[in-house]
C-alpha cells in the first residue's frame, strides 16, 4: 500500500542549531515533493518544492533534499530560531491521477528552545 | 494577488445537524478547488476537488458532499452530522505546482 511517514513525534533542539526532518514514501514515483509549515490552528503554507531530478534545493535557511531511490527527502532548518517552531508537513505530486493532486503527510513537530 | 476566504472560522455543531461551510477565491478565475480535513493528529486528507463549476470528484466515501455553484466558489455541506466528521477543515487552490490553503474551519461536533 502507498504510505508517507514522517517521524510522529516531536523534534526537540536548541536555538542556533540544525534541525534535520525525515520524508519517507512507500509505493509513489511522484515527480516532485512539497514541504509546508503549519502553525496551531492556520492552514499550511508552502515552503520548497523539489523534483525528482533534483538531489537538492535551497531558501535561505532551508535545505531540501531529495532521494528517489531511498525515496526519502530530509528538510533541514540551519541556524535555527524559537519562530520555526511549527509542524512541518512533506507532500508527494500523485501522478497516478490525471489530476493535480498532492499527498501528504501527518508532520513533524519542530519545538526551538531559546 | 489571491485570496482565500472561509467562514465560519469555528463551528460546533451537535450530532444529526446539518452543515454547509463555504469557501471563495479571489483574484484568479477557474481555480482548480480542494476541500481537505484534517482530523487531531492525523495528516491532512482530500475530501473533494473540482475543476470547474459544477464539476466535484469525491476522493473518498463519507458523510459529506460538496457543490460548485460559481467559478469562486466551492461549498462543503451535510445532511446529518456524525461525531467523526469533526476536524479542521480547509479549503485550498492549486497554482503552478503549489497549493495555497485559506485559515480553515475548526468544526466540532457534539
Known amino acids: 500500500s502507498q504510505k508517507i511517514e514522517q517521524n510522529s513525534e516531536a523534534l526537540n533542539i536548541q536555538e542556533g542549531k540544525t534541525a534535520t526532518l525525515t520524508c519517507n514514501y512507500t509505493n509513489y514515483s511522484p515527480a516532485y515533493l512539497q514541504w509546508y509549515r503549519q502553525d496551531p490552528g492556520r492552514g499550511p503554507v508552502f515552503l520548497l518544492l523539489?523534483?525528482?531530478?533534483?538531489k537538492e534545493k535551497r531558501k535561505e535557511r532551508l535545505k531540501v533534499t531529495f532521494d528517489t531511490t531511498l525515496k526519502q527527502s530530509l528538510f533541514h532548518i540551519t541556524a535555527s530560531q524559537p519562530a520555526d517552531s511549527a509542524t512541518y508537513l512533506c507532500?508527494?505530486?500523485?501522478?497516478?491521477?490525471?489530476?493535480?493532486?498532492?499527498?501528504f503527510g501527518t508532520g513533524t513537530r519542530l519545538l526551538v528552545s531559546p | 494577488s489571491q485570496t482565500i476566504h472561509q467562514w465560519p472560522a469555528t463551528l460546533v455543531q451537535p450530532v444529526g445537524s446539518p452543515l454547509s461551510l463555504e469557501c471563495t477565491v479571489e483574484g484568479t478565475s477557474n481555480p482548480n478547488l480542494y476541500w481537505y480535513r484534517q482530523a487531531a493528529g492525523r495528516g491532512l486528507q482530500l475530501l473533494f476537488y473540482?475543476?470547474?463549476?459544477?464539476?466535484i470528484s469525491s476522493e473518498v466515501p463519507q458523510n459529506l458532499s460538496a457543490s460548485r455553484p460559481q467559478d469562486r466558489q466551492f461549498i462543503l455541506s451535510s445532511k446529518k452530522l456524525l461525531l467523526s466528521d469533526s476536524g479542521f477543515y480547509l479549503c485550498?487552490?492549486?497554482?503552478?505546482?503549489?497549493?495555497?490553503f485559506g485559515p480553515g474551519t475548526r468544526l466540532t461536533v457534539l
Open positions: 523539489i523534483r525528482e531530478n533534483e
Open positions: 473540482s475543476v470547474g463549476i459544477g464539476q
Open positions: 507532500a508527494l505530486h500523485n501522478m497516478n491521477t490525471g489530476f493535480q493532486k498532492l499527498v
Open positions: 485550498a487552490w492549486w497554482d503552478y505546482n503549489e497549493q495555497f
